[in-house]
């Protein structure tokens, strides 16, 4: 086995000059991984809290809109005197719509209890946020167009001749309106999720 | 000055550790060019995200001007509807017309944004901007074109129990028209979820 050899020289005052700063070189990197650790697991615990309210909001809106039946007591000449979620296809949409957002939102628990577990693990966040994204753009698509047809029945349409029918139903109006707000402030947490899942996988 | 010596010995790989070395300091030189190669697939990806910034540009000045221009005069008078269709016959649409002309011009605001991230495919800030704003554009997107495809399905099926008449059999233009604008407003929808799960890719840590 041959041996090469060379001499370094070594000057004496930086050397003591490195010898004190290299511990605290060491420190600080140490400190900068464990505090974005923390800080991301900060985001990962705020992430699971919202996936809960969430959950909340979307089954909130799915129940309502499904129970907001409404007969009236008497008859009237033109219209049904029976009003229901199902009488409208766009609500049809609507309940179904949310009820498989509060599903997902379900599933996507242990996903978010694995980023909070390890927070530095990039591929369930990804996979989160890409879920996310999707879940959001469906609950608003839910969202809207059940609001554009609530609006329809509140203010009806003259150039159409399409009556507003809450003028007779106006408790089955009441709770859809209700349902479809609802599912407008589940969509606010989904755009919050998804921004927080963004801010979480940057690289520092 | 004192100075200290030390001696080093180098074992008989030195030849290995030479050759290696040699190649590790000519990566590190093309790095500099290059930006390293987690910088060539981000630039890919970033590229693709321009393009695809185009399209959605496109696609919404088309969605929007085709629903501005979606007017039908029938040449006949009919008992009980008007015989004059227009989108400012239906807040909805005149909702779709402005947000959709909002949507354009914001993706046409982003581009230089979009232009930042290619040349600076490491950077954060830029791309983190663009998913929070990609994020909420979706949304205005999303409930354009929902709201209107809901008036539209209505306009074409009309609705039994409370007695809305399907206005599409007397005014069929119009209401081919408005649809082409709804289906052009949805697949932007679907350029948008593709622009924000690029950049989350790109945000990655590697």
């Given at each position: 086995?041959?041996?090469?050899?060379?001499?370094?020289?070594?000057?004496?005052?930086?050397?003591s000059?490195?010898?004190?700063?290299?511990?605290?070189?060491?420190?600080?990197?140490d400190h900068?991984?464990?505090g974005?650790?923390?800080?991301?697991?900060?985001?990962s615990i705020f992430?699971?809290?919202?996936?809960?309210?969430?959950?909340?909001?979307?089954?909130?809106?799915?129940?309502?809109?499904?129970t907001?039946?409404?007969?009236?007591?008497?008859?009237?000449?033109?219209?049904?005197?029976e009003?229901?979620?199902?009488?409208?296809?766009?609500f049809q949409f609507?309940?179904?719509?949310?009820?498989?957002?509060?599903?997902?939102?379900?599933?996507s628990l242990?996903?978010?209890?694995?980023?909070?577990?390890?927070?530095?693990?990039?591929?369930?966040?990804?996979?989160?946020?890409v879920?996310?994204?999707?879940?959001?753009?469906?609950?608003?698509?839910a969202?809207?167009?059940?609001?554009?047809?609530?609006y329809?029945?509140?203010?009806?349409?003259?150039n159409t001749?399409?009556?507003?029918?809450?003028?007779q139903?106006?408790?089955?109006?009441?709770k859809?309106s209700?349902?479809?707000?609802?599912?407008?402030?589940s969509?606010?947490f989904?755009?919050?999720?998804?921004?927080l899942?963004g801010?979480?996988l940057?690289?520092? | 000055?004192?100075?200290?010596?030390?001696t080093?010995?180098?074992?008989?790989?030195?030849?290995?550790?030479?050759?290696?070395?040699?190649?590790?300091?000519?990566?590190?030189k093309k790095?500099?060019?290059?930006?390293?190669?987690?910088g060539?697939?981000?630039?890919?990806?970033?590229?693709?995200?321009?393009?695809?910034?185009?399209?959605?540009?496109?696609?919404t000045?088309?969605a929007?001007?085709v629903?501005?221009?979606?007017?039908?005069?029938?040449?006949?008078?009919?008992?009980?509807l008007?015989?004059?269709?227009?989108?400012?016959?239906?807040?909805?649409?005149?909702?779709?017309?402005?947000?959709?002309?909002?949507?354009?011009?914001y993706?046409?605001?982003?581009l230089?944004?979009?232009?930042?991230?290619?040349?600076?495919?490491l950077?954060?800030a830029?791309?983190?901007?663009?998913?929070?704003?990609?994020?909420?554009?979706?949304t205005l997107?999303?409930?354009?074109?929902?709201?209107a495809?809901?008036?539209?399905?209505?306009a074409?099926?009309?609705?039994?129990?409370?007695?809305w008449?399907?206005?599409?059999?007397?005014?069929?233009?119009f209401?081919?028209?408005?649809s082409?604008?709804?289906v052009?407003?949805?697949?932007?929808?679907?350029?948008?979820?593709?622009l924000?799960?690029?950049?989350?890719?790109?945000?990655?840590?590697?």
């Open positions: 086995m041959k041996n090469e050899s060379t001499v370094i020289d070594v000057p004496a005052e930086s050397s000059a490195m010898k004190g700063s290299a511990p605290l070189i060491g420190v600080a990197r900068t991984t464990n974005s650790g923390g800080y991301k697991r900060g985001l992430d699971f809290l919202l996936r809960l309210a969430a959950i909340i909001a979307a089954s909130v809106a799915a129940g309502t809109m499904f907001s039946d409404e007969t009236l007591p008497f008859f009237t000449q033109f219209l049904q005197f009003a229901g979620y199902d009488d409208l296809p766009t609507f309940v179904i719509a949310m009820s498989m957002i509060s599903g997902y939102l379900l599933l242990p996903f978010s209890v694995v980023t909070i577990v390890r927070p530095l693990a990039t591929a369930p966040r990804l996979l989160l946020l879920l996310d994204t999707a879940a959001m753009a469906f609950n608003m698509a969202a809207s167009s059940a609001a554009a047809i609530g329809l029945a509140h203010n009806g349409n003259q001749n399409w009556l507003p029918i809450c003028q139903f106006g408790d089955f109006c009441q859809t209700g349902a479809v707000v609802s599912s407008f402030v969509v606010v989904f755009i919050i999720l998804v921004v899942s801010v979480a940057k690289r520092h | 000055m004192a100075k200290e010596s030390t080093i010995d180098i074992g008989e790989t030195s030849t290995v550790t030479k050759s290696t070395s040699h190649a590790l300091v000519d990566e590190k790095g500099f060019v290059t930006a390293a190669p987690g060539g697939y981000k630039r890919g990806l970033t590229i693709f995200d321009f393009l695809l910034r185009l399209a959605a540009i496109g696609i000045i088309g929007s001007s629903m501005f221009t979606a007017e039908e005069t029938l040449p006949f008078f009919t008992q009980f008007q015989f004059q269709a227009g989108y400012d016959d239906f807040p909805t649409f005149q909702f779709f017309v402005i947000a959709i002309a909002i949507v354009a011009s993706l046409v605001l982003s230089p944004f979009s232009i930042v991230t290619i040349v600076r495919p950077a954060v830029p791309r983190l901007i663009l998913l929070i704003s990609d994020t909420v554009v979706l997107t999303t409930a354009a074109a929902a709201a495809a809901s008036i539209v399905y209505l074409h099926n009309g609705n039994a129990n409370t007695n008449l399907p206005i599409c059999q007397q005014f069929g233009d209401c081919q028209t408005a082409t604008a709804v052009a407003a949805s697949i932007s929808v679907v350029f948008f979820i593709l924000i799960v690029i950049s989350a890719i790109a945000l990655k840590r590697h």
